[in-house]
Nanobody, 126 residues
């Protein structure tokens, strides 16, 4: 299963972008979905996750108050609204899907996720 991330681009600091991830997965609403990012020369890092129903979310401290994850189960799509972007947000952003259900203790662990997208590049200029 290949997730399809889109919406990246070049934006000035303080600007906004909305990333989308289309997930051709049966029973999409049972999957925890997440976004990770990877800057050049760095490890892939957790950004945000959302439970299957959308009732629960968890965001990394670095993006709290600026980014918001959401989903539309009717469209098999998860979103990442990115506001007040900073140059340090520059990275390739990946969406991921986990079929094992919501657990806030482990949603930030990369190894938990079964399916990944190809990534979309976000570049924030100063």
């Amino acid at each position: 299963v290949q997730l399809q991330a889109s919406g990246g681009g070049l934006v000035q600091a303080g600007g906004s972008l909305r990333l989308s991830c289309a997930a051709p997965i049966r029973a999409f609403s049972t999957y925890t979905m997440a976004w990770f990012c990877q800057a050049p020369g760095k490890e892939r890092e957790f950004v945000a996750a959302i439970s299957g129903s959308g009732a629960y979310t968890h965001h990394a401290n670095s993006v709290k108050g600026r980014f918001a994850i959401s989903r539309d189960n009717a469209k098999n799509t998860v979103y990442l609204q990115m506001n007040s972007l900073k140059p340090e947000d520059t990275a390739v952003y990946y969406c991921a899907a986990d079929r094992s259900g919501w657990s806030i203790a482990v949603v930030a662990r990369k190894l938990r996720y079964n399916y990944w997208g190809q990534g979309t590049l976000v570049t924030v200029s100063s």
